[in-house]
C-alpha cells in the first residue's frame, strides 16, 4: 500500500519561512511524481509545487514562485516544499500527492492524482 505522510506545518509569523515534509513509502519512489496541494478554508484545492520526475523539471503555482522550492531527496523517500516570505494568503491546509505518472500539462490537477497524504496545517499569524 502506497503512504504519503505530510510534517512540518505549524504556526508562522508572516515574512517567516517553514518546511514541510513528505515521506512516501510502498512505491518506487524514484519514478512517482510528487507535488504540494494546498486548500484553504471555503477555497478549491489548488497546486502548489511539482517535481515530476528524478532530476526532472520542477513546476510552481504563480501564487508562490520565486519564494519557494519543491525537493527531493530520494535515499529518504521524501519531497521537501520551502517556503519563504509568508503572506497571510499562505494559510491552509497542505497536502502531499503522488502518482505514477503524470503529464507535465497536468501538475496542479487534482483529479490527476491518485494517493494522498493526510496533510498538514500552515497557520501564518503575529
Known amino acids: 500500500e502506497f503512504q504519503l505522510v505530510e510534517s512540518g506545518g505549524g504556526l508562522v509569523q508572516p515574512g517567516g519561512s517553514l518546511r514541510l515534509s513528505c515521506v512516501a513509502s510502498g512505491m518506487t519512489y524514484d519514478n512517482a511524481y510528487m507535488t504540494w496541494f494546498r486548500q484553504a478554508p471555503g477555497k478549491e484545492r489548488e497546486g502548489v509545487a511539482a517535481?515530476?520526475?528524478?532530476?526532472?523539471?520542477?513546476y510552481y503555482a504563480a501564487s508562490v514562485k520565486g519564494r519557494s522550492t519543491i525537493s527531493r531527496d530520494n535515499a529518504l523517500n521524501t519531497v521537501y516544499l520551502v517556503m519563504d516570505s509568508l503572506t497571510p494568503e499562505d494559510p491552509a491546509m497542505y497536502y502531499c500527492?503522488?502518482?505514477?505518472?503524470?503529464?507535465?500539462?497536468?501538475?496542479?490537477?487534482?483529479?490527476?492524482?491518485?494517493?494522498w497524504g493526510q496533510g498538514t496545517q500552515v497557520t501564518v499569524s503575529s
Open positions: 500527492a503522488a502518482d505514477a505518472w503524470v503529464a507535465p500539462s497536468r501538475w496542479a490537477d487534482v483529479s490527476a492524482y491518485m494517493y
Open positions: 517535481m515530476l520526475q528524478r532530476g526532472g523539471q520542477s
